[in-house]
């Protein structure tokens, strides 16, 4: 076996190691849309419906935010086999994060046509800390890059084999089943590669066309569905776009107001809704190439926070603009693509209101690793050979060994102390404690802190059919089109209820945040945060004789 393939694979072995190490544990609970996600791959399984009895569904309507469903789908074999918990839900990511890892091999050196470069690719996404972080929790980004690289690597190999071409419209097409975000961000990756390689699709145009017509075929149910329900293919989109938010419309009647009717011709020229959202977008679209999110603050859109650091390492901010510099500089069609990826992938995140987002501009993770590579490349390229240019190459392999470790300690020691609470830690721990005391009570009420229902179902593993049948769904929709079920059996959730309002009589047990009850309350449980803090609060008003 030659060296470069032991390298592959040591490369990748490393890459299982960093994803798969501590993964039911490390974040320290499920999120959320995880335990939707698991829920509902589990009812596939055992009844090919999902929570609320939809056969076969393309989209997941979950919170009311309507997740395309393919993650799901995807987790099925790994909860067949390892049955329904933490590792088997985080399985497919860690495990397709893994495989990017190699793909990402496979572009560069596509691209390139060197091995020792994409090798240094493979192995920059493989520790890259935003990589990691996503391919260890089951969102739904995940998936996406996956098969956005699978694509792409398909796409360029497929001038060659003419077969691999036409299998690329099946990564392209499954990505709209997999993430919203994908149904903006395909269609600009499409037309840049398009525009890249016009001569070449026109050449083959019969293969350019069948795979269209494939491609157009694969998307067939998710148009169906669409045209029954339009909210499958918005999701949340609907209330979390610039449109949907009040601000710009303030501003821009606060602008209007400050001008008066001095000179209508300019006010209508300078404050109107085209250009103030134009800014808008804009602003919110360079929020994802600042340095204080790439290098030293990271996302702050829970629950993508790493402690004390950015999504990058900070030596890589040296390299990304070297490497950067350098792509631009070329003529050619592979490195213009490289930089038209990096530019197209937080599009989608620049339209929401909450930036900058390291979730929806996740794509940016793999063009922006190569061109790292190309710089750390091009740097050492510089160097005449000489002790120098050793001691160099060995400091720099110290500093990412460093970073390396210093990320590490930050993801699996100080989000469980600092970082906790946006992982919804608790709630395991709350429905296991219910489960030795429900008995005592005719009803359990669970006030504020997010969706409890999805967390009873996972960890009960509540049957499918029953739940289907036997749930109630809240009228309550909040500003951001959350939903929420209002009760099932005996238990009853107030999405965004008070004490107050909750029902208090002897056998009634209510759970919430310590903050949500008075403060002279007594408790007959206490759930704890991992730093010792009062995450949760088992509270009986009137307690039974």
Known sequence: MSKANLSLIAILILAALLR??????????LYSDEISLGYNAYSLLKTGKDEFGNFLPVTLRSFGDYKPALSAYAMIPSVAVFGLNEFAVRFPFAFFGTLTVLLVYFIAKELFSDKKLALLAGLFLAISPWHIQQSRSAMLIGLEAFLVSLGIFLFWRGFKKKLLFF??????????????????????LLLLLFLLNFKKLIAQKKTT????????????????????????????AKTINVFYQPGVKIKLWEDISIDGNQNPLLTRAFHNKLFYYFLDIAKRYFHHFDPKFLFFEGSKVSPFEIPNMGIFYLPDAIFLVIGFLFVAAKSQKEPRFLLGWLLVSPVVASLTFMTPASNRSFNMVIPAQIIIVLGIANFLKKLKKSIKKQLITLSIVAVYFFSLLYFQYNFHFQIPQLAANQWFYGKKQIIKEVEKIEKDYKKIVFIKGGPYYIYLLFYKKYDPTLFAHNFERSPYVDELGWENVESFQKYQFLFDGTW??????????????????????????????????????????????
């Open 20 to 29: 798969f190490y501590n993964l039911g544990s490390s974040p320290p609970s």
């Open 167 to 188: 299998l690329s419209a099946i990564p392209f097409s499954l990505t709209f089943y997999t993430y919203y975000g994908s149904r903006v961000t395909i269609p600009l």
């Open 209 to 236: 066309l069948i795979t269209l017509l494939f491609a157009c075929f694969l998307l067939t149910p998710l148009i169906y569905f669409t045209i029954k329900n339009p909210e499958i293919v918005t999701g949340r």
């Open 500 to 545: 107050e309002e909750a029902e208090k009589e002897k056998g009634v047990l209510l759970i919430s945040r310590p903050q949500d009850f008075p403060p002279d309350i007594r408790s007959v449980k206490d759930i704890l945060f991992p730093n010792g803090e009062v995450a949760y609060q088992l509270v009986e008003p009137i307690k039974g004789e």
